[in-house]
């Protein structure tokens, strides 16, 4: 990471330990506007490196060293926002947030590892049916709604940030905000949804068509996200029945030979499997009630880094 703690440059200073302060604010920020913990990550070191660029008097006249970096973050994630979107047309398949593993030791990010995903503060607004929504947003939408709704800043600075005025920004957030309710993302874990989860898994490894079939929505969608590097449903799986009879099905070509593990995905109960002693797999679900009504199967191993380092 370019920054005074790896460059050198100004090793010491009153503003140092403040400007440190903020990088998990940053990344918390990152990884709910782009969905990536990397790319998030990337921003936070090049907002930092754009900070130490600055001539030593420039950084001593900026009178919020926390606004300043706040507002170069999220302008970098407001412009690869528009990229992604450019880079999703050539994307192979769907594309699914990147999931997040559990910290080390809670899920408010105190760890205090070296671990990106260890500060990042799990809530209801990283959840993965969240995160989903977001992606649905244009990318202005998304930070103004972000910046306001999840981080409380006022639409005077948010507008700095975005580009346009508080007005515009008041409605950026308000159409975001009618997403959000319409979609009805599902509310913080709990011990009802985990348990719906372990009798899904249980299922599954059963191969019970029936019992699957009662767990999920009638209406319920399971999205697979291979990136092209892994085998995945080419489209979308719409209807309990059909996913239950997809998953029976996948069940019975592994043969045996994919195990499967409880564990918390983006701070709610989800699933990750193995094969042949390999992670290929991470689940996320969002549970409405006592049944399930979307599935999330990230298979992408360009994803999955993070889990596997664990």
């Not at 709604?145 to 508080?166: N, Q, S, W």
């Not at 599954?204 to 999920?216: M, N, Q, T």
Request: hydrophobic share 45%; with cysteine.
């Amino acid at each position: 990471m370019t920054s005074a703690a790896t460059t050198g440059v100004e090793r010491s200073g009153p503003d140092l330990g403040v400007l440190m302060g903020e990088r998990r604010r940053l990344l918390n920020l990152g990884y709910r506007l782009l969905g990536s913990l990397a790319d998030a990550e990337d921003v936070v070191q090049e907002t930092y490196a754009r900070w130490y660029a600055l001539p030593v008097e420039r950084r001593r006249a900026v009178e919020s060293p926390g606004a300043w970096l706040t507002t170069v973050a999220g302008r970098l994630c407001l412009n690869l926002l528009g990229s992604a979107r450019v880079r999703r047309e050539t994307y192979v398949g769907d594309w699914i947030p990147e999931p997040l593993p559990a910290p080390a030791r809670d899920l408010c990010g105190r760890s205090g590892a070296d671990d990106p995903a260890d500060r990042i503060t799990l809530d209801e607004s990283v959840t993965m049916a969240f995160l989903v929504v977001l992606d649905a947003m244009t990318p202005a939408e998304r930070v103004a709604f972000v910046l306001h709704d999840v981080f409380r800043y006022p639409f005077g600075e948010v507008a700095e940030i975005v580009g346009r005025t508080p007005a515009a920004c008041r409605q950026l957030a308000s159409s975001a905000r009618r997403r959000v309710r319409t979609a009805r993302p599902s509310a913080g874990p709990g011990a009802g949804q985990a348990g719906v989860v372990r009798r899904f898994r249980t299922a599954w490894e059963a191969k019970d068509i029936d019992a699957l079939v009662g767990l999920l929505d009638p209406d319920a969608t399971a999205t697979a996200d291979g990136g092209g590097l892994a085998v995945t449903h080419p489209r979308p799986i719409v209807g309990g029945a059909r996913i239950a009879r997809a998953y029976v099905e996948i069940a019975r070509v592994s043969g045996g030979r994919t195990t499967f593990a409880e564990r918390v995905v983006n701070g709610a109960p989800g699933l990750v499997a193995w094969q042949d002693g390999v992670l290929a797999t991470v689940f996320a679900f969002e549970v409405a009630g006592d049944r399930i009504r979307n599935v999330w199967a990230v298979r992408n191993p360009e994803k999955l880094r993070g889990w596997r380092a664990g």
